[in-house]
């Protein structure tokens, strides 16, 4: 990045938390750098308590690191990163970088690739991020409690022929339920769970509430959109600057699409090439469209002098390197996402909802109990053709661990060919996704709405 942009990030992060200063670096979020390996992160998942709503403390909320809030993590693509868990909550937890292609014992899985890490204890990850794009990590252990209260960041990886902005500001979408008195009420309702998930009561962005971030005037500007929430789907659109879309869960977009046109649900992330107007004080609205009233996700203030960029400045991003679907060699992999109510839950260490509403291919498993069996065993570099139907009248963003996969077709609508970790299934849907086996280990596949994923959308797929 420029220094420009790294000081308009400055600013842009000066929204991120009360406290003040948050940087381009994990170090100037006060997630400190060991001295004796200068770079290995220290993450601690700890417990918080935060004036979110403007109205005194919300108590009992999680989060990583000791800086401003929320964090955002910087890695560069083919080099090595690290980060040390230390778990200072008052129960287990684990970290998934959501994503991120790495090898299996990084994926952050309890049971299935690593241990649970207990109060007191650490776990160090490290992996190489082969792919550039906007990613993020977040517990995969009572997941719902724990993302709920705030357990979760972003993680940039920065590729070396990055188009260079004016400014870059990332934002996380989140919800909170809280009740009148800004406390925690019950994470869900089980009549929801088994519906499109129980909503929060209060939005957020950046963990604050319709956030006004300053951009530069005239300015190309690139927008990491991360959807954290745990059940709420976007529709968006802005107003007051042009937008394209310039990258889809990490990857870039095959051909540019209009905002509005593509619903970003729990788990994906959708990046921008804003092109700002020429006036000094005017505004530009991110908004939410889905419901029935537009919500206001956040505005952007110009300031400076009219940088008058236009968006041809920009190169275009560099495709990541995804092995390619092999059409003619592929096996078919048969999926149905439905409803079921028949099994009792397994107890967890990493907590459970007490229900199963919900299963992949008639198993319901919440993904952090003793697995059964994988769903499938994979030949390492094979292609697969997932046929994946979603019979249920909800909503269902599926996403695979440790691998990417193309979106081939779709019966209800043009699907361009996005590579992707997460797609968000539309009711009464059936598509089509290329997968390229190239990861060995063994690789979760659930539903990203945490409700649906722990009442038992959840099943994996072993590379051997
Ligand atoms: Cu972000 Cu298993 O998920
Ligand atoms: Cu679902």
Redesign the pocket.
């Given at each position: 990045m420029t220094s420009l942009s790294r000081r308009t990030l400055l600013k842009a992060g000066a929204l991120m938390g009360a406290a003040g200063a948050i940087g381009a670096g994990a170090g100037a979020l006060g997630l400190g750098r060991a001295l004796a390996e200068p770079n290995r992160i220290d993450l601690q998942a700890r417990p918080l308590d935060f004036d979110l709503t403007g109205k005194g403390l919300t108590k009992s909320m999680m989060t990583y690191g000791e800086g401003t809030l929320p964090p955002v993590l910087r890695a560069r693509q083919g080099e090595a990163f690290a980060a040390r868990l230390l778990n200072t909550l008052k129960e287990p937890t684990t970290v998934?970088w959501?994503?991120v292609r790495l090898p299996n014992a990084m994926d952050g899985?309890p049971l299935l690739s690593q241990p649970y890490v207990y109060p007191g204890d650490t776990f160090d990850y490290a992996f190489t991020p082969p792919d550039a794009g906007t990613f993020?990590y977040?517990p995969?252990c009572n997941t719902l409690e724990q993302m709920g209260r705030g357990l979760a960041g972003m993680l940039v990886v920065e590729g070396k022929d990055d188009p260079v902005f004016d400014a870059e500001i990332p934002l996380m979408l989140r919800d909170w339920r809280l009740g009148g008195n800004g406390q925690f009420i019950a994470a869900f309702k089980a009549r929801d769970a088994a519906k499109s998930g129980t909503f929060g009561t209060f939005r957020t962005a950046n963990w604050q509430e319709e956030p006004n971030v300053e951009a530069p005037t005239g300015g190309l500007v690139r927008l990491r959109i991360l959807a954290a929430d745990v059940t709420r789907i976007f529709n968006f659109t802005l107003e007051g600057a042009t937008a394209d879309v310039i990258a889809l869960d990490g990857n870039p977009v095959p051909k540019r699409f209009a905002l509005d046109t593509l619903m970003i649900a729990p788990?994906q992330r959708l990046d921008l090439a804003l092109r700002m107007p020429g006036t000094e004080g005017a505004t530009a609205r991110l908004v939410d469209i889905r419901g029935s009233q537009p919500k206001l996700i956040a505005s952007f203030t110009l300031k400076g002098p009219d940088l008058k960029r236009n968006p041809g400045d920009l190169g275009p991003l560099t495709a990541n390197p995804v092995p390619r679907f092999d059409e003619s060699a592929a096996e078919n992999l048969d999926m149905v996402l439905s409803a079921t109510a028949d099994s009792a839950p397994k107890p967890s260490i990493c907590g459970t909802l007490g229900y199963t509403f919900w299963a992949i291919n008639k198993v319901a498993w919440s993904?952090d109990t003793d697995p059964t069996a994988p769903l499938s065993e994979l030949k390492l570099g094979r292609s697969y053709r997932i046929r994946l139907a979603n019979p249920t009248p909800h909503a269902h963003p599926i996403?695979l661990?440790g691998m990417n996969f193309v979106v081939l077709s779709s019966n209800m609508r043009q699907v361009q060919p996005f590579v992707t970790d997460?797609w968000a299934m539309l009711p009464d849907e059936k598509v089509e996704l290329g997968l390229v086996a190239d990861n060995p280990g063994d690789w979760?596949f659930?539903c990203?709405i945490i409700e649906h994923?722990k009442a038992g959308m959840t099943t994996y797929l072993r590379v051997v």
């Open positions: 998934h959501h994503g899985v993020w977040h995969h788990g993904g996403h661990h997460t979760v659930h990203h994923q």
